[in-house]
Nanobody
């Protein structure tokens, strides 16, 4: 059974860093593109960053460009999101999602993904 499990969330002060992880099981990890989403209270769930199957192609939302880095380890079946220079507006539940295709697109909605995690909370205080 396919499963995605996020970890690494927590509380941090503005300007700090966190690294989120998403570990996959029951999936052919090398054959799935992946995306990090986030959802702040009262807002829609939005894509933050995507990565292709090889890890060689990434895309970011403008709000995190230059501060966040998405990466993957195809040996450990794990997706990462390194978050730096965190701001209070980064406070949200963060989710990972996977699609059995070489590349995911930032225009794809959460509902497009057949494999989705349960989320990890990130809280940034000022």
């Amino acid at each position: 059974q396919a499963q995605l499990v996020e970890s690494g969330g927590g509380s941090v002060q503005a300007g700090g860093s966190l690294r989120l992880s998403c570990t996959a099981s029951g999936l052919s990890f090398n054959d799935i593109c992946m995306t990090w989403f986030r959802q702040a209270p009262g807002k829609e769930r939005q894509p933050v960053a995507t990565i292709d199957t090889s890890g060689g192609s990434t895309n970011y939302d403008d709000s995190v460009l230059g501060r966040f880095t998405i990466a993957r380890d195809n040996v450990k079946n794990t997706l990462y999101l390194q978050m730096g220079s965190l701001k209070p507006e980064d406070t949200a539940m963060y989710y990972c999602a996977a699609y059995p295709w070489s590349r995911c697109f930032m225009t794809w909605a959460w509902s497009n993904y057949p494999h989705r995690g349960q989320g990890t909370q990130v809280t940034v205080s000022s």
